[in-house]
């Protein structure tokens, strides 16, 4: 078999020399030279993620960065400008306060890819929020489900896309500095797998996480215990560790110093001053054009 391989190579190479000549070059260039047309959407991004953050959001859908077992659709581009926007202003720029915009730059994903249709996983009845991958990129989906009426209200604004910024940063921090196999053993015999949809709430709070999909794996308990905290004021905390009862809270509570202490350590991050500049920003969401870049 080699000798065949060798012998096909070998007729390959002969052909290749014989059909070799002497061409000349037309000069034509084969990269780009040429800044790309840009509209205002196109400008504002350029000037306020890649310019200061080195980040490209690609909100025009590109399939090298589709998962395409999902039926998907582009992100619409008004909606993706209110969406980055708000992302700027809760996410960057809250972690820039907290932080300082070295760690903004140092930390955040090169590529934020918006999708315009939710990611549904059919055969579940469950629906992709976001994904990281590799530290590189992050996906938020369903951005043409953003509504005025969502804008409005705070609760479904974060289930939809400020709890899932967190976590997938989450992912990031942690892909980048591991936390402690310790996290993991407070909840072991309680993940679930791909079963974590067939959990309620309180289900999953008495067992010791903050939400189903938390049940999953000890990753996105760890990222679902970061996004969930720093997005949810104290009041509903509490309401959380109270339908947890006396089994569920102590595990929670476990966890959340874990998770404190690690972003403290490794990142001398306070996710209690995050949250509260989280929280701040998202009572002043109100004030901000989003019908306007400027």
């Known amino acids: 078999m080699k000798k065949i391989y060798l012998l096909v190579f070998a007729s390959f190479l002969i052909l290749g020399f014989a059909s070799c000549s002497k ?34 959001v690609e909100y025009k859908m590109k399939d090298i960065y589709s998962d395409m077992s999902y039926n998907l659709v582009p992100a619409d581009s008004a909606k993706s400008a209110k969406l980055m926007k708000i992302a700027k202003y809760l996410w960057f720029d809250a972690y820039a306060e ?96 791909g079963d974590w949809y067939l959990k309620s709430n309180s289900a999953a709070h008495e ?3 903050v939400t189903p999909y938390a049940m999953s794996e000890p990753v996105e308990d760890f990222a679902e215990m970061m996004s969930v ?17 006396t089994t569920g809270a102590p595990l929670i509570q476990a966890k959340l110093d874990l998770v404190r202490s690690y972003m403290k350590e490794s990142w001398n991050l306070d996710i209690d001053n995050l949250r509260a500049i989280v929280l701040r920003r998202a009572s002043e969401l109100k004030a901000i054009d989003l019908n306007h870049l400027n």
Do not use: C
Not at 30 to 51: A, E, G, H, V
Not at 126 to 135: N, S
Not at 144 to 167: I, K, P, Q, V
């Open 23 to 56: 061409d000349d070059l037309n000069g034509a260039e084969i990269f780009p030279t040429t800044s790309p047309d840009r509209d205002s959407l196109d400008l504002w991004l350029l000037k306020n993620y890649t310019k200061p953050y080195n980040v490209a």
């Open 98 to 193: 907290a932080m300082g915009s070295d760690f903004v730059k140092s930390n955040v994903p090169r590529i934020i890819h918006l999708i315009g249709s939710p990611a549904y996983n059919s055969g579940e009845g469950t629906e992709v929020l976001g994904t990281a991958e590799g530290g590189l990129m992050i996906t938020l989906y369903n951005v043409n489900g953003l509504t005025d009426d969502m804008l409005a209200d705070y609760s479904t604004m974060t289930e939809y896309y400020f709890h899932t910024m967190h976590h997938e940063f989450t992912h990031i921090l942690n892909q980048k500095k591991p936390y402690s196999d310790s996290f993991q053993l407070i909840t072991e015999n309680g993940y679930v797998s």
């Open 207 to 209: 067992a010791g996480f």
């Open 229 to 245: 905290y720093v997005t949810t004021s104290p009041a509903d905390w509490e309401n959380i560790m109270q339908d947890a009862g």
